[in-house]
């Protein structure tokens, strides 16, 4: 029985993690960083929420792109480590260079 094909956003996802080049990271994105390739035109980055200390654009986008790339992470396609600062970075596991691999030679 073959795998299930990917979904487009799925192949996007994984897309956008193994051409990113930012920060000194080769492969590894922040959420933040990813919610603005991923979905740039939202309507969602025009939002603005008041957190208690003021106000911010588009928190509701970087909140997104973490649950999105947890359930990567869950499903064993992306991997994540902390920062000294205790910040998540995302980077892409064998399984999901598999899928991108297999979806270019389609």
């Not at 003021?54 to 909140?63: E, Q, R, V």
Request: hydrophobic fraction near 35%; include cysteine; aromatic fraction near 12%.
């Amino acid at each position: 029985m073959g795998m299930k094909k990917p979904s487009k956003p799925l192949l996007k996802a994984l897309k956008i993690i193994s051409t990113f080049e930012g920060a000194g990271l080769y492969h590894e994105i922040w959420p933040t960083q990813f919610a603005k390739l991923m979905w740039p035109d939202s309507p969602c980055w025009r939002k603005v929420y008041n957190i208690g200390h003021g106000s911010t654009g588009g928190k509701g986008m970087w909140l997104c792109a973490g649950s999105y790339l947890n359930k990567l992470k869950e499903a064993g396609l992306v991997y994540q480590k902390l920062t000294s600062h205790h910040q998540a970075i995302y980077g892409i596991t064998q399984d999901g260079w598999k899928i991108l691999k297999n979806a270019e030679e389609e």
